[in-house]
């Protein structure tokens, strides 16, 4: 996705994952050294911030004015019953 919007931001696949995804996934691993931990949380924060300017995240809040309601699965049954019968007539 980053390179489609930004090309060659990140270089390529092989640099990326050299420089951010090894670290970032060998820091999560249970057995990671301290090193490697700080490592990788540098790493991860330095890649949010570079695509932190040009993904936009949306909080709930923000969508709940957008998005419809939730309903369970019964009631969505019962809102699409309606429908397909109100259709009917």
């Given at each position: 996705m980053v390179d489609l919007v930004n090309p060659g931001l990140l270089e390529t696949y092989q640099v990326f994952r050299k420089v951010y995804e090894t670290p970032i996934v060998r820091s999560r691993q249970p057995n990671a050294g301290k090193k490697d931990v700080e490592l990788g949380r540098a790493r991860s924060e330095a890649l949010s911030q570079l695509t932190g300017m040009f993904v936009l995240r949306r909080t709930?809040?923000?969508?709940?004015?957008?998005?419809?309601?939730?309903c369970s699965p019964p009631q969505l049954l019962e809102f699409l019953r309606v429908c397909l019968l109100t259709m009917g007539r």
């Open positions: 709930s809040e923000i969508l709940a004015k957008y998005l419809p309601m939730k």
